[in-house]
Each structure stands twice: as C-alpha cells, then as structure tokens.
C-alpha cells in the first residue's frame, strides 16, 4: 500500500460520526487502521429524538471493510462519560479526540429564544469541552493526544441567522487556542477546523450546482491529518471546502501610539481612527499569545521613560501621534 499515514493501534472517538463530515472521518481513520468509536445519538438537525441507527450503519460498514469499530449512542452533553467508556471498555484508551457533533437551531437574533441559544452552545461548546476534559488525563498519562474541533465560518465572520451557532463556534476555536497551549509539553495537539461539505446541515441552504462541489470526503483528509502523529501543528484554524485548505490566522493593524502627554480622550480617538484601522503590510503582525504585546510594552514605556527625562524626541513617522 501507498498509504504511509496509518493510524495501527490508535484509537479516535468522532462524535456525531453516525452522519455526515463525522462518518467520512470514521470511515477514512479506520482504513488506515485505527479503532473508531462511532459516536451518535442519532437525532433530527435541531437536536431532537434517538436512534441507535445511524451509528450502528457506520460501525457495520467499518467492520464490512475489514476495519475496527464501536458504537456509541450517548448524547455528549448530558452522557459524554459513556463515550469515553466505550473507547476504554473497547480498546483500552483513546489517543485522538475529533469533536465533530452538532445541531442548528437557527433563526434571527429578533426572535433567538434563550433555549435556542443555550441548546446550540451546549453541544457544540460544553459538548467538546467536557468530552475533551475527560481525555485529556488519557493524553497527558501517555504523552500523546490529538484533538481536532469543529468551528465554522459562520463563527469566524458570523452569519445570518445563527446568533447561537456562531458564538459556540468562535468559542471553539478559543478553545483550540488554549488547550494548543496547555497540552504543547504532553504532545498534546490540539487544531480547529472550519468546514463547508454538502450534508443535511447545507443540503437545504446552499443550490444544487454548489452542493454538487462540496462533497465531505473533501474534509476528512485534513482531519486525519490533524490526527496523525506526524502532524506537529497546534492551535491553528484551517478553513476547508470544495477541495480548498488554507489557514487562518488573527492580524492585528500596525495601529497608533499614544504619548503619556496626548490626551486619551474619545475625540484624539476620533481623530486618529482612520490610522487605526490602516492594515499595511509592512506593519501588521500575528499575535499568537498573549504576551505577543510585548512589543506594545516596550515602545510605550519607552515614550514613557524618554518624558520622563524631559525628552520629547520620539519620531516613528505616522505611527506616533
Ligand atoms: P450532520 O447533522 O450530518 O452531523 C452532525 C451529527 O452530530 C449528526 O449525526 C447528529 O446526530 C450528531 N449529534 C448532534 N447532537 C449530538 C449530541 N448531543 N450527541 C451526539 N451526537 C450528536 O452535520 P455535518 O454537516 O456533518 O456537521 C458536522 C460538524 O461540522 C458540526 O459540528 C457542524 O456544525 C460542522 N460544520 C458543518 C458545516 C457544513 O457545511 N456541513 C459547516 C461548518 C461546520
């Protein structure tokens, strides 16, 4: 085989794998190898009812291509202590987390219920949060985990009609942010992804000749990538369609220095806002961390440390007012 990436003795649990981006991902894990723990309550698009079916066909079709597979049918907000359970009870373990299950409850931000926004950020925001708090101990004992979340386009630039689908997904990738930090010394990995594949949550939204493009199996590749040992990148969003990988990262405009002797007033604010917002490339940055503001520190304690020897000498053409 040409297959050089194999997942032998790995274990991955995907949740919401019954359908879907999930069930790609779950088929293509598992012939290369790894056991999958097919998770999926099996519900409607909003989240309601249950059916043991949709992960059953899954597993079967796995098991049918001589792969590795369990069912799980446990809902993650309210059972994700099941889901691990399967991959321990199974396989002994679990090494790759893909928090892929999701639900829309769509409508304007006017007529938004307050359930309608806390139901969407509980599966996919404290979904993946409290199943990725139970595999982390898994990953830190075996210095070893890979945790690929699922964001969206619509949590990156926002969307009509999903308030709530938004927030959880930008939440996700704050998510991503950190745990990319605080798994880094375990080799724990941790990756956002933001799709867009054909599937009951675009079959409706998107036109025929779009949807015809935008097959998941143009997904998955990137995801078991993400997966993979090989991969070395951590908390990074990739933006994933129709055949189309490419990252996405925060830039920050080369902005505007007060002096401590300006007046920080709302009006010197007004004044100068046009140059705050100026991205130009040679003064543009990509913060990653937080104390990515050092430069910002230094130069105004400069300014700082220059008035107070009496010094007004300072002179970054434009960028100094
Ligand atoms: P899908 O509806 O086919 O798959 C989601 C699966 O999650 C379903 O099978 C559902 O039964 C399962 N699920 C829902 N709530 C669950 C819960 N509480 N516990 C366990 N399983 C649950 O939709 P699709 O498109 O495959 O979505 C997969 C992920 O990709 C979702 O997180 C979605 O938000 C995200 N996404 C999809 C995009 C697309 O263009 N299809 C765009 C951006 C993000």
């Known amino acids: 085989s040409t297959d050089t990436l194999r997942f032998d003795n790995k274990v991955v649990i995907i949740t919401g794998a019954g ?10 894990f598992a012939s290369r190898g790894a056991k999958v723990v097919v998770n999926d309550l099996g519900g409607s698009l909003a989240g309601s009812g249950t059916s043991n079916k949709a992960a059953d066909l899954v597993v079967k079709e796995i098991e049918a291509n001589g792969g590795i597979a369990a069912a799980n049918y446990d809902n993650i907000v309210t059972n994700p202590d099941g889901i691990l359970k399967t991959a321990i009870d199974n396989f002994g373990t679990v090494h790759i987390l893909i928090n892929n299950a999701g639900i829309l409850k769509d409508s304007s931000f006017a007529k938004m219920s307050e359930s309608a926004f806390s139901d969407v950020v509980a599966v996919h925001l404290e979904g993946s949060f409290k199943l990725t708090k139970l595999c982390w101990p898994y990953f830190r004992n075996q210095n070893y985990g890979r945790i690929i979340n699922t964001a969206s386009p619509a949590g990156l630039y926002g969307n009509f009609g999903q308030a709530n689908y938004s927030a959880a997904k930008l939440g996700l990738v704050g998510l991503s942010e950190t745990l990319a930090k605080e798994g880094f010394k375990y080799n724990i990995k941790c990756n956002a992804i933001a799709p867009i594949a054909r599937s009951r949550m675009t079959e409706n939204l998107l036109p025929p000749n779009i949807l015809e493009k935008l097959s998941p199996n143009k997904i998955s590749p990137l995801v078991a990538y993400l997966g993979h040992s090989s991969n070395e990148i951590t908390g990074a969003i990739f ?11 925060w830039e920050r405009s080369g902005g505007v220095y007060f002096k401590p002797n300006d007046s920080f007033t709302p009006e010197a604010i007004l004044n100068k806002f046009k140059d705050i917002l100026i991205f130009d490339a040679g003064t543009t940055q990509h913060p990653k961390m937080l104390n990515d503001y ?6 105004t304690s400069k300014f700082e440390k220059d008035n107070d020897q009496g010094k007004e000498k300072i002179d970054l053409k434009g960028k100094v007012v």
């Open 294 to 299: 050092n430069k910002i520190y230094e130069t």
């Open 19 to 28: 359908g879907g981006l999930g069930k790609t991902y779950a088929l293509l």
């Open 239 to 249: 933006e994933v369609a129709a055949g189309f990988f490419g990252q996405i990262r």
